[in-house]
């Protein structure tokens, strides 16, 4: 992670010490750097750069206004799940002939709008879906450009809380039934088929789970253009894995192979390629920072108890997900450790940050930091247990800025509303 590392023994994020950042903004906080943002939008863009591609950010990992500004300026499209994502989308810039819908549930409402913007296309995930934009869209006398997103019965080897492309799961409409759905929506009124779609699942590191799902595609496409249906986008989703720990995935290497094989196929097919990464560009660039309260030794193990919890990060607790942990200060290199748990204020046993972890001596008051958080991090948080959501920080060289203010207690209260007849 060259843009948050130790400098000087104290962990930075690119220009700016975790400590003088957690002496202006209270703990805990997310903190990202606009270079790694960056850095990685470029490494992916770069990867496909002999063709005709178009990279859809996947908004629902991170979606503050400042994250997208920083993409948007790099050209990124944006692969929006609900209208306030694509609201958010256009609001940072990003215009609308660049952005697809994805998510199973669209709503009238919703696809109303998104037609009246002008959106790249739709991803359809089911027959039903399918005949709703058709309605609305002759409602709306506009045009549906739409391709179907297929669900390949492909096991992605990723956790089964975040897999997608398998038969049992909700997402998709089944490869077998795929023609006959095309069919039907090369009848329907207002639809204009452009493009197939999959999205089989996240934190992919199993390269042959993408090979035989876009194989599935590739051969629909074949079928298809014999149907007289052109297909004129292949979407990819997204789903490349990132490394969580520093040496279990290396990330460059993935990215390279990962290419390779949508090069193999892509160079055949004549279509625009359209990928929706997230966490591949979100991931490693945020952290969040977080203070130890108590120190709690118990007869079997330590807990540190931090001011971090699952309403703020709860991949942990959800996806069984590991985030590195560091102190903010260095440790010496022959520091001695001991084994703790890290959990936070909640009153909640699942109410955990990291397990039994082998950790340098930390005393209360100070700061540790859980990296790789830029992505299902301040997105998935919730104000339970009346904990305001935390502060987004952003820094890019040796510029700071609170992109994410945490609201006050009373301006969470405040959203309640109490009848006059209590
Ligand atoms: C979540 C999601 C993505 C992004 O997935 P990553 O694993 O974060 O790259 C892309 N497309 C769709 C449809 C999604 O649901």
């Known amino acids: 992670m060259q843009h948050i590392r130790y400098q000087n023994s104290v962990m930075q994020v690119e220009g700016i010490s975790v400590s003088d950042l957690a002496s202006r903004y209270p703990t805990p906080f997310y903190c990202y750097s606009a270079n790694a943002f960056r850095q990685q939008y470029r490494r992916f863009a770069d990867a496909f750069a002999d063709f005709p591609a178009l990279i859809c950010y996947a908004l629902k990992v991170n979606s503050n206004q400042a994250i997208l500004k920083i993409l948007a300026d790099e050209g990124a499209g944006a692969d929006v799940v609900s209208q306030g994502e694509l609201l958010r989308a256009l609001a940072a810039g990003i215009s609308a002939d660049k952005i697809v819908f994805s998510g199973v549930a669209k709503t009238s409402t919703e696809i109303a709008f998104a037609l009246e913007c002008g959106i ?5 995930e089911s027959e039903s879906e399918l005949q709703q934009i058709s309605q609305v869209a002759v409602q709306v006398q506009r045009t549906a450009s739409i391709s179907l997103r297929i669900n390949p019965d492909i096991d992605a080897g990723t956790h089964a809380k975040i897999s997608t492309g398998k038969s049992e799961n909700k997402f998709g409409i089944p490869w077998k039934l795929a023609l006959q759905t095309y069919q039907l929506a090369a009848s329907l009124p207002g639809i204009k088929i452009t493009g197939i779609d999959m999205h089989i699942g996240s934190q992919i590191s199993k390269i042959s789970a993408f090979d035989q799902s876009i194989a599935r595609l590739v051969d629909l496409i074949a079928q298809l253009r014999e149907l007289d249906i052109n297909i004129q986008h292949i979407d990819f989703g997204g789903g490349l894995a990132i490394s969580y720990t520093d040496q279990d995935i290396d990330e ?7 290419a390779a094989v949508i090069s193999r196929y892509a160079s055949a097919l004549n279509c625009q390629l ?4 997230g966490r591949f560009i979100a991931g490693n660039a945020g952290i969040l920072v977080t203070k130890v309260i108590y120190v709690k030794p118990v007869e079997q193990k330590t ?4 001011d971090a919890a699952m309403n703020d990060l709860i991949r942990p607790t959800l996806y069984d997900a590991w985030h590195q942990v560091a102190t903010v200060i260095e440790p010496a290199e022959y520091a001695a450790t001991t084994t703790v748990d890290i959990v936070g204020p909640v009153c909640e046993t699942g109410d955990y940050l990291a397990l039994d972890r082998s950790m340098p001596k930390v005393a209360a008051g100070e700061l540790l930091v859980l990296h790789s958080a830029g992505a ?3 997105v998935a948080s919730s104000t339970y247990n009346s904990r305001p959501l935390i502060a987004e920080v952003l820094v890019d060289a040796d510029r700071e800025h609170l992109i994410r203010p945490s609201p006050t207690h009373q301006q969470i209260i405040d959203l309640d509303s109490v009848p ?3």
């Open 376 to 378: 299902y991090g301040a």
């Open 252 to 258: 460059q290497t993935l990215l390279a192979e990962y």
């Open 420 to 422: 006059d007849w209590l």
């Open 120 to 124: 790249h296309c739709f991803n359809i």
């Open 303 to 306: 807990f540190l108890i931090v």
């Open 274 to 277: 359209i990928f929706e990464p």
